[in-house]
C-alpha cells in the first residue's frame, strides 16, 4: 500500500525557516511526481511546488524566491524549505504523490497519494 507522511511543520515568527519533510513508500519513488499543497481555514486548498521525476519545479507565484522544493530518490523523501515566512503561508501542508504521472488536481484528488498534513503556523 502507499504510504505518504509529513513531517516538519511548526509555529515560527515572521521572517522564520521551516523545512518540510515528506516519505512516501509503495511505489516507485524516484519515477513520482511529488507536490506540496496548503490550505489556510476558509481559503481554498492550493497547490504550492511540485517536483517532476525528472527534477523540474514548479512554484506557485507567492512563494517563489522564498521556498524550494527538493527531492532525495535514496531516502524516498522530499523536502520543502521556507524562507521568509509570512503569516500568510500559516496553514496545513500536504504531500501528495503522482506516481503514473498523471498530473496535479484539487487537494485530496484519488488520481494522487496524499498525507495527513502538517500545520505550518506564522506568527506576525
Known amino acids: 500500500a502507499v504510504q505518504v507522511e509529513e513531517s516538519g511543520g511548526g509555529s515560527v515568527q515572521t521572517g522564520g525557516s521551516l523545512r518540510l519533510s515528506c516519505s512516501a513508500f509503495?511505489?516507485?519513488?524516484?519515477?513520482?511526481?511529488m507536490a506540496w499543497y496548503r490550505q489556510a481555514p476558509g481559503n481554498e486548498c492550493e497547490l504550492v511546488s511540485s517536483?517532476?521525476?525528472?527534477?523540474?519545479?514548479y512554484y506557485t507565484d507567492s512563494v517563489k524566491g522564498r521556498f524550494t522544493i527538493s527531492r532525495d530518490n535514496a531516502k524516498n523523501t522530499v523536502y520543502l524549505q521556507m524562507n521568509s515566512l509570512k503569516p500568510e503561508d500559516a496553514a496545513v501542508y500536504y504531500c501528495?504523490?503522482?506516481?503514473?504521472?498523471?498530473?496535479?488536481?484539487?487537494?485530496?484528488?484519488?488520481?494522487?497519494?496524499w498525507g495527513q498534513g502538517t500545520q505550518v503556523t506564522v506568527s506576525p
Open positions: 501528495a504523490a503522482d506516481p503514473r504521472g498523471v498530473g496535479w488536481y484539487e487537494c485530496f484528488d484519488t488520481h494522487n497519494h
Open positions: 517536483i517532476a521525476s525528472y527534477g523540474i519545479e
Open positions: 509503495g511505489f516507485t519513488f524516484g519515477d513520482a511526481d
